[in-house]
């Protein structure tokens, strides 16, 4: 049965090891999204935003070690 385009998407194929399948079904199970293009889509999106740190996050700890530095020349 040929697939009926949609507006918006657009197929994507992969040749992977029959253990990343696996891994990617067991995923998709657990997960409990709808579809695959779901689940497919969720981890992208987990991978895309690994190690990656609020730049608010770092004008805070900058401003913090400032602090401590300024509170450590003060008992000199």
Do not use: C
């Amino acid at each position: 049965m040929p697939r009926q385009p949609q507006p918006g998407i657009v197929q994507f194929a992969l040749d992977i090891p029959i253990d990343a399948k696996l891994r990617f079904e067991s995923l998709h199970a657990s997960f409990g999204f709808k579809n695959k293009a779901q689940t497919f889509a969720a981890i992208l999106y987990h991978v895309s935003t690994q190690d990656k740190i609020d730049p608010a996050a770092l004008g805070r700890i900058e401003a913090g070690v400032k602090e401590t530095l300024r509170l450590l020349e003060s008992f000199q």
